[in-house]
């Protein structure tokens, strides 16, 4: 009968459920925590860690908060305190791909005359890599912090994004702080949250993979992130 549910259908979900267990489709709840990634989208390279879900603890800063994600990913950082505070210099990074620079940072350097180099480190990414304006800026809440992460505290829900700038102190990344921006970009919290809790029977599928190619495009338009966080949230 027409609405009824197909022996296929029936099949399919208890071949899920065979095998996916239980906690695979149960969603992480942030209501205690904050959400920290790592991006180098402007290099085309895609993550160095993905949206991850960090609980709180009394007093945590934006800096707190980095440092316990990366230990619990595996992740090591190089940084210090400095007249301005926490720094975060550099990143380790062992999955390096040939930079595949967006169309617009391509056009930019053209017109300033900056020949791309190369990282400094091998395995780390990080300050004055492949230009001398170059290096990791922070953004809370889709909006970039007018002081050290160290001086940031964080409340629950928080969404911290650590975005790697090719050139341009950030105009790459769509700040306006150092002059006018390279590009016009979405804001991604969102999306970001959503791909953090998605189960990791969501994790498995075409929503979440079209979720990272979103997060990956630097120009994507509200919409299209707007589409792919809907997706991934029902």
Do not use: C
Not at 129 to 145: H, R
Not at 189 to 198: F, I, S, Y
């Amino acid at each position: 009968p027409k609405g009824s549910t197909t022996r296929a259908e029936v099949a399919a979900v208890l071949h899920r459920f065979l095998i996916y267990k239980y906690e695979d489709f149960v969603k992480v709840d942030d209501t205690d925590s904050v959400i920290v990634d790592i991006e180098k989208f402007t290099l085309g390279q895609g993550f160095i860690m993905e949206p991850t879900v960090v609980k709180l603890q009394e007093g945590d800063s934006a800096a707190d908060v980095t440092i316990r994600a990366a230990k619990q990913a595996g992740i090591e950082l190089k940084y210090g305190d400095t007249s301005m505070g926490f720094y975060l210099s550099s990143i380790k990074d062992n999955g390096v791909n040939e930079a595949a620079l967006p169309e617009y940072l391509q056009n930019a350097l053209a017109a300033d005359e900056v020949a791309l180099g190369e990282r400094i480190n091998d395995g780390w990414l990080g300050e004055f890599d492949y230009t001398n304006k170059s290096g990791w800026m922070i953004w809370v809440n889709d909006y970039e912090i007018d002081r050290s992460a160290g001086a940031w505290e964080v409340k629950p829900g928080d969404v911290i994004r650590w975005q790697f700038t090719v050139y341009g102190l950030g105009k790459d990344l769509g700040s306006d702080s150092y002059g006018t921006p390279f590009v016009t970009v979405g804001d991604k919290d969102a999306l970001v949250h959503a791909m953090a809790v998605a189960s990791k029977h969501q994790k498995a599928g075409k929503a979440y993979e079209n979720a990272v190619k979103v997060m990956e495009k630097m120009d994507a338009t509200q919409a299209e992130i707007n589409a792919a966080a809907a997706a991934l949230s029902d």
